[in-house]
């Protein structure tokens, strides 16, 4: 195992629950099914999104900003474009004060943020997805991507 996968499964043990940022309530959105993935892992997920605001999704209900988020939240998962990251990032750090990831997923990158929070002691990870980075992880990712674990017997 590497540093990094050491690093990154740290992390994933370690969090308890996670904002995800920029969700989507279709299923067929990235976000949606992170999101939904997390959730039945057992993590306990925030959907942030202030065009959905108020919005059931998944057992919960989407806010609008992290400052309306009233527990505390381990992990701030980004779905928004690397330019909409440092305002993100700035609220997540005065909004939660034991935060202790701010995860940017694939194709999400931001350097000043990210050092801006880890100044503050907080892990960061970008342009990773921490669906896929689980799977890989602990197991559940086999060849092509899929789990391809036998599922019939008679196989």
Not at 112 to 124: F, L, N, P, Q, Y
Request: charged share 20%.
């Amino acid at each position: 195992m590497t540093e990094m996968d050491r690093y990154l499964k740290n992390i994933l043990t370690r969090t308890k629950t996670i904002a995800v940022v920029g969700v989507s309530t279709n299923p067929v959105r990235p976000s949606y099914y992170v999101a939904r993935y997390l959730g039945l892992k057992g993590f306990t997920v925030i959907p942030v999104n202030p065009g959905h605001a108020g919005k059931a999704l998944l057992g919960n209900t989407i806010v609008a900003s992290l400052s309306e988020i009233d527990q505390p939240v381990d992990m701030v998962d980004i779905f928004r474009r690397s330019e909409a990251v440092p305002p993100i990032v700035d609220e997540a750090l005065d909004v939660f004060p034991d935060l202790q990831t701010i995860w940017m997923q694939i194709g999400v990158e931001h350097a000043e943020a990210a050092a801006k929070a880890e100044a503050r002691g907080v892990d960061v990870v970008m342009n990773r997805c921490p669906k896929i980075e689980y799977q890989r992880l602990f197991g559940e990712l086999r060849m092509g991507g899929f789990n391809t674990g036998v599922i019939s017997s008679k196989l």
